[in-house]
């Protein structure tokens, strides 16, 4: 499953492309299962996504990423892989919907809409038009963390894509007309993704639940009425203060040579001014202390549950070389994740046995996931659709059973095994796309982590213990942390229009 806290996601992605895309460390885009949670957290994940396909190639030895900071304070990562001539390009920003206020919710995805609207040397569109005549493919995401903007294309025309970029990053401008155009076409992204989803719907209420004082509250396209309300100089203001580059990193993997790439960074990007990074409020989520439940009707064909219960995340201190050193919050997020891999993490684990299978089954899916990792605070997932004749009520006591079952006699070490063995091979069958590799060193960037994290966090990982496992499933899942939604589906509505989904953008 995948980062449930993050995302919407575009309709031509599949469940396993968002998995890679959300899961900050790309722990277990192999693992199998986890279906549901996994959907759900592509629903509530990152705005506007596009797929990236995955070599089949073996990973090369020995290449070494490098990372640069120019004189206005920009990022530079560059990982040569040199298999095939092809080179993806990332822009990332630290900036993503936790940094908005209330009354302006939306803003970073409408901007990110903005972004390809032109600059004074290029008309609206035309950036993706380059990119496509370079003979490359060019998206973009919006998530609760982060702003993405990436291209993959042919080696030979990276410096070309540089020069782009770097020219849209300091210099998109757009008339209020463009702007009126655009917010009505992100608003139709909403009405498709959220409002006609019912469990996307879910996710957005539930979150406005489960968080307090945390920006995760508010849904990453935006309030309905604040997309109204929004303004072209909105958009521009938040543009100005977030878009220097002292907050932003440009990543690139692939057919390059690192000196070539230096140099042409410090000729597109190092002329952009510094600027000032702004100053961030920390806005620490408050302790709960008591469940909270939500329940949304909607017409849906079938019910579904979600228990979002809060969890600790890793910290710097688990990349020390001594698994001891990790902090105890580290370890707990270690173990959450191992034990939501022994419940979910392939065909025929713990909830699919339990839960999906048999004549009497209870669901007709389930899932699990652990939000491991992000800027703000994390989240463990379950999740299940009820079988025909069964409740979310049973639903939720039989994915509570699993919980309890394990708090009780731990996990044997087959299990543990079989999902470390996992984690190693999805951890070497990432790196076959360089897409992979762009978006994992910029998600470790992101969240202040070095280059090597990912390693680092797997190696951490095979040494969870069954005991901690067990620890972890008895201490985190009472009712005090828990925030239970329930989706109630009702009959179609009759007299409900159907939309045209023409009318979304891809982004
Ligand atoms: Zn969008």
Redesign the pocket.
């Known amino acids: 499953m995948k980062r449930p806290l993050q995302v919407t996601f575009a309709q031509h992605m599949t469940p396993t492309q968002l998995t890679m895309t959300m899961f900050p460390l790309s722990l277990c885009p192999r693992l199998a299962g986890a279906r549901l949670v996994k959907k759900a957290a592509a629903l509530l994940g990152a705005?506007?996504l596009l797929a990236s396909s995955a070599s089949a190639q073996s990973p090369a030895p020995g290449v070494q990423v490098q990372q640069f900071t120019l004189a206005n304070g920009l990022t530079l990562i560059v990982k040569p892989d040199r298999r095939a001539p092809t080179v993806a390009h990332m822009l990332w920003v630290r900036v993503g919907s936790m940094d908005e206020v209330d009354g302006s919710s939306g803003v970073a995805?409408a901007l990110?809409?903005m972004m390809f609207k032109g600059t004074p040397t290029l008309k609206p569109g035309e950036f993706s038009r380059r990119i496509a005549a370079l003979g490359g493919r060019d998206n973009a995401f919006?998530s609760r963390d982060a702003t993405a903007y990436h291209q993959q294309i042919p080696a030979a025309r990276l410096e070309e894509v540089m020069q782009l970029e770097a020219d849209r990053f300091a210099n998109t401008q757009w008339d209020d007309e463009e702007f009126k155009r655009e917010i009505e076409v992100?608003k139709e992204?909403r009405r498709l993704r959220t409002e006609d989803a019912p469990r996307s719907q879910l996710y957005e209420y539930a979150y406005a639940v489960a968080f307090t004082a945390s920006p995760y509250r508010r849904p990453i396209?935006g309030w309905m009425s604040d997309l109204d309300a929004m303004t072209s100089d909105d958009l521009r203001r938040f543009y100005r203060q977030w878009y220097v580059p002292g907050n932003a990193a440009v990543v690139i993997a692939g057919d390059v040579d690192v000196a070539q790439v230096r140099a042409w960074a410090e000729k597109y990007y190092g002329r952009i001014p510094a600027g000032l990074t702004p100053a961030r409020k920390p806005r620490i989520e408050p302790a709960q202390n008591g469940i909270r439940q939500i329940e949304h009707k909607a017409s849906a064909s079938q019910a579904y549950v979600s228990l979002m219960f809060k969890v600790p995340q890793l910290d710097i201190s688990v990349l020390k070389d001594v698994p001891a050193q990790a902090s105890a919050a580290s370890r707990d997020a270690l173990a959450l994740t191992v034990l939501a891999a022994v419940l979910d993490g392939y065909s025929g684990a713990r909830l699919d046995r339990a839960l999906t299978q048999g004549a009497d089954r209870v669901a007709d899916s389930a899932g699990a996931y652990n939000g491991l990792l992000g800027r703000g605070p994390q989240v463990f997932f379950l999740d299940g659709v009820p079988a025909e004749g069964k409740t979310p009520g049973q639903v939720l006591a039989a994915l509570r059973k699993q919980i309890d079952r394990i708090a009780r006699e731990g996990v044997s070490q087959g299990e543990l095994q079989r999902v470390k063995t996992q984690w190693v091979a999805s951890e070497t069958y990432k790196l076959d796309a360089i897409f992979s590799q762009a978006r994992e060193l910029g998600s470790n960037w992101l969240n202040g982590f070095p280059l090597d994290a990912n390693a680092r966090v797997v190696a951490q990982l095979r040494t969870v213990t069954a005991q901690e496992v067990q620890s972890v499933a008895a201490r985190y899942f009472g009712d005090e942390q828990l925030t239970l939604a329930t989706l109630v589906p009702l009959p179609p509505d009759p007299n409900r229009k159907p939309r045209l989904p023409a009318a979304a953008?891809r982004?």
Do not use: F, I, L, R
């Open positions: 705005w506007c995805h990110e809409h919006t992100v992204e396209v953008s982004h």
